[in-house]
């Protein structure tokens, strides 16, 4: 079965800092990857995907992400975090196989700002 | 813009009850999802649906049921709800499924006592 892994599930950063959260995913062919952000009280919001091509894909809010499929995984990196990023993080994995509608999500890493 | 829009936002619930959930999303959007959060748990799939008529079950759907009558709409039911769904529950909405973005409702939170 489809899995993802977020090892960090808490995270503390201080503001102007770098930013790199860890993805890994279970071995399949031909993954689809994704990252959201949720807000306190939010739902979630797309951040950034990867499908094919380029393995290092940009985002929203000046997010980056680099598929490494050596290494089964899809980090997530900011290089200068603001306060307003304080919030949790999700990756998500879907495989492009027919019929495989379900998108599975990690299980979040909570990201903290500090002054 | 509404989006995905989920009602209602909060409920309190007695073991035993029952209520329904609608999701509503205004983009025309094939395909829809219920997703429960759990802290520690990030989101697991309840039940979703790749087009008017149709749902299929996802990771949990034990003690819940789900209808889309309308393409527009998704609703889901607990016929005896439990203090172990007790959660965060988040619609979401996908114009197509491999590469479709999910769009997600701001979730509707259920307490069961």
């Known amino acids: 079965a489809q899995s993802v892994t977020q090892p960090d599930i808490h995270i503390t950063v201080s503001e102007g800092a770098s930013l790199e959260l860890r993805c890994n995913y279970s071995?399949?062919?031909?993954?689809?990857l994704f990252w959201y952000v949720q807000s306190p009280g939010q739902g979630l919001q797309l951040l950034l995907k990867y499908f094919s091509g380029d393995t290092l894909v940009q985002g929203i809010k000046g997010f980056e992400a680099e598929f490494k499929r050596s290494q089964s995984s899809f980090n997530l990196r900011k290089p200068s975090v603001h306060w307003s990023d304080a919030a949790e993080y999700f990756c998500a994995v879907k495989y492009a196989n027919f019929g495989n509608e379900k998108l599975t999500f990690g299980t979040g890493t909570r990201l903290t700002i500090i002054p | 813009n509404a989006g995905v829009t989920q009602t209602p936002k909060f409920r309190v619930l007695k073991t035993g009850q029952s209520m329904t959930l609608l999701c509503a999303q205004d983009m025309n959007h094939e395909y829809m999802y219920w997703y429960r959060q759990d802290p520690g748990m990030g989101l697991r799939l309840i039940h979703y649906s790749v087009g008017e008529g149709t749902t299929a079950k996802g990771e949990v759907p034990d003690g819940y049921n789900v209808s889309r009558l309308k393409k527009q709409n998704f609703l889901l039911g607990l016929e005896s709800a439990a203090p172990s769904q007790t959660s965060v529950y988040f619609c979401?909405?996908?114009?197509?499924?491999?590469?479709?973005?999910?769009?997600f409702g701001e979730g509707s939170r259920l307490t069961v006592l």
């Open positions: 979401a909405s996908s114009r197509t499924s491999g590469t479709g973005e999910l769009f």
């Open positions: 071995y399949g062919a031909t993954p689809y």
